[in-house]
């Protein structure tokens, strides 16, 4: 194991945080990608995101393959241990993250052939810069392992429930003022819950990073169990 | 390692798919469970379901606690490293099913608010009776370790995309017809998603067991990325 061409394992863990992190940068481009093109109707900005998905999917299946076969030949225990699972497991919610750019860019394709709906997209363009910066930020503190950081991302999850709430409660408004808006506004609607599900998925990074620091689950409340009661009053308002 | 209390690493990978099973087996309820109380309008059927999410969150928790610690602490090469993988990988499929099945429970809890819509919440049940079969189905195949009917259930996959395109422009079609039914309708659009999102679980999970039997990755074209183009064509048509 001494052999200078025979990576330590300290040296695969890092180099597979390495890859996740670059997954990480590959996600955070889809998503700003799929919300400009859906603001800006940009049919080939979207079919771009769809054709790079399978990049994300590709670099997902090989940081699986390297973290298990790390676990399973390197025996890491503790923060290693922690960490090589950490990084298999932010990066399956990074490959979803992609599969759910990848939808909305789809759907924008869609609402391109449509009446545009200014109103209704400026609400999709704030929230997906909220949620942009969200992942931004959990990515951040997965880099630099800044606890504080994650727990940061992690309380403030309602906040993307809020604005999801909101902009439901917007487009059915429009909907039901102008029949024509049904069906283009039936794909923001899916578009908005596709942002809210990348809220989500940062929350759940923001988890992982908390588990792999300190060997602990996080304590209180989850703050997405709380919004998701809280939404499902909200829902019973909608409905 | 040969104390008779001591369990062989291949009696704790045989637990470890004996406890897959019995998420399997909670999620099938979870599932059948959410139709019924959205066709039935039944309150404390749903409230039920939503209740019990809790149950498969831990058990899935504990399963991939056992299976890194497996993978970790037991060194297991070839099939027994791969069945336990798989045994990891199901379990987050399944509880991603039960989180689905969480979520259309409490859209039947608003739905119980509005006037019936029989017709629509009819296709709803073919559907989710549509999409629970093929659940069961694969994880027939999954404690039988039958490959044919893991690749059965993959192949036919795209069944349950016709299905969900059909019951999305039924709804549409409702909406724009009469108003009153947009907001339970933007409700019931989500229900037939969530339907749809499970039978791509169930797509998954054959592909998980096909590569845990075989070592090889699924080859032609996965049915899922066909039918995602096509579906791209067809929300184009109803754009």
């Keep these: 194991m ?21 997954l990480g940068g590959l996600a955070e481009a889809q998503i700003a990608d799929c919300v400009d093109a859906v603001t800006r109707r940009d049919v080939p900005l979207a079919q771009a995101v769809v054709a790079r998905d399978v990049k ?11 973290a298990i076969d790390l676990i399973a030949t390197r025996q890491p225990t503790g923060r290693a241990l922690r960490r090589s699972v950490a990084a298999l497991k932010i990066a399956m919610n990074l490959e979803r993250c992609g599969d759910l750019a990848r939808n909305i860019a789809k759907r924008s394709l869609v609402l391109s052939e ?13 929230m997906g810069r909220l949620v942009a910066g969200r992942l931004k930020e959990v990515l951040d503190a997965y880099t630099a392992g800044e606890l504080d950081k994650a727990t ?13 709430n909101s902009l439901f409660r917007e487009l059915l408004t429009y909907m039901m003022g102008d029949p024509r808006t049904i069906a283009p506004g039936a794909h923001l609607l899916f578009i908005a819950k596709n942002l809210e599900r ?6 759940n990074i923001a988890e992982i ?31």
Tied chains: 1, 2.
């Design 209 to 239: 990073i908390h588990f792999e620091i300190t060997g602990d689950v996080m304590s209180g409340e989850r703050p997405k169990w709380d919004s998701l009661q809280r939404r499902s009053d909200t829902l019973k308002e909608e409905g």
């Design 114 to 126: 449509s009446e545009p709906l200014t109103p209704l997209t400026r609400s999709i363009e704030r």
């Design 198 to 203: 990348i809220g989500d998925h940062a929350t």
């Design 2 to 22: 001494n052999e200078p061409w025979v990576k330590s394992s300290g040296d695969l863990v890092e180099s597979l945080v390495a890859e996740v992190a670059r």
């Design 152 to 164: 940061g991302v992690w309380v403030r999850d309602e906040e993307v429930d809020e604005h999801y």
């Design 56 to 66: 994300l999917d590709a670099l997902q299946a090989d940081i699986e393959r390297r």
